[in-house]
């Protein structure tokens, strides 16, 4: 079998209600679709993610420039093989965002062919299912004016928990007081199943029964200052977030960055530090330059 064609589809719809998250305004709707066919008159069809803000016509070009000319006229029998060619011939430019995208698009377009020729689900191509449920959760919770729609925000929660969605995926990131107001008035609504509303909604790093905050491109003084008013806060309302049975650790510091470059490090070497932290039963975080004046915050 080989590859003869490959379309790409790239959809946007503009929305009649644009709607906030924290990285910004969303104003359409994309999505980027691939379709294979093959000498033998099978076709296979796969997306790509439209994350946030992308563009589809940017996975669209990978495809059309980049991905379409490595595959064609290959057997998409052999989707391991194709995904590796694809994805090295694109390492210095790929490996992330967009381009990944584009692989992962064609790859799940090679499976459903596959699936196909064999006449199996992929599933069992791939090795069989571990299961036949898996619980879903309710994501939402954008916000169509910004700050202040803690009790909009709260309908919305009391939809989902009547649905029957036992967990939520919240869109923060507009203030911390205005953060905790969505919060609070969504556990208000959600008290029956509090446990999904956990205090790593909020915060950014989260490890075991601890917590890690790194805050990054802001001045030593205001990340300092805005460190401060969330220990405040953190000491004014741990009680209501976690069960008395809980033992929680929050540290937190002020971390400076030289480039963005140096944050995938920096946190995976705070990671390591601070499950090391755990198992010794106190904070801890990696003796890095980036990051100082770490102390504990919080015990309980």
């Avoid at 000498?39 to 379409?68: F, K, M, N, Y």
């Avoid at 650790?249 to 755990?278: N, W």
Wanted: aromatic fraction near 8%; glycine fraction near 10%.
């Amino acid at each position: 079998m080989k590859i003869t064609a490959i379309r790409v589809h790239a959809l946007r719809s503009p929305l009649e209600q644009p709607f906030a998250f924290s990285q910004g305004w969303v104003q359409s709707r994309g999505a980027t679709l691939v379709e294979v066919s093959t000498d033998q008159g099978i076709t296979g069809w796969g997306e790509a993610l439209c994350q946030g803000l992308q563009p589809p016509e940017i996975v669209a070009s990978a495809v059309r420039h980049a991905l379409a000319p490595l595959v064609l006229g290959a057997d998409p029998l052999e989707p391991e093989v194709l995904w590796h060619r694809m994805y090295h011939h694109t390492r210095d430019y790929g490996q992330k965002g967009a381009v990944i995208g584009a692989i992962s698009a064609l790859d799940i377009a090679f499976w459903d062919i596959a699936g196909k020729a064999r006449g199996e689900p992929v599933a069992r191509l791939l090795g069989g299912r571990f299961r036949t449920r898996v619980q879903a959760y309710a994501t939402g919770f954008y916000r169509l004016r910004g700050q202040g729609e803690a009790g909009r925000l709260a309908q919305e929660a009391e939809r989902h928990v009547a649905q029957g969605f036992g967990a939520f995926k919240v869109k923060l990131g507009f203030g911390i007081e205005d953060d905790l107001a969505v919060m609070r008035a969504i556990r208000e609504v959600a008290g029956a199943i509090r446990s999904v509303i956990r205090a790593d909604d909020l915060l950014f790093r989260w490890g075991g029964d601890e917590f890690l905050v790194l805050m990054f491109k802001l001045h030593e003084d205001e990340a300092t200052r805005r460190m401060q008013s969330l220990n405040q806060i953190l000491e004014e309302n741990c009680e209501q977030w976690i069960s008395a049975s809980v033992k929680i650790t929050v540290s937190s510091g002020v971390c400076g960055f030289e480039s963005l470059q140096d944050l995938g490090p920096a946190i995976e070497s705070a990671d390591h530090a601070m499950y090391g932290g755990r198992k010794q039963r106190r904070s801890g975080l990696a003796d890095r330059s980036e990051v100082n004046e770490l102390e504990p915050t919080l015990s309980k």
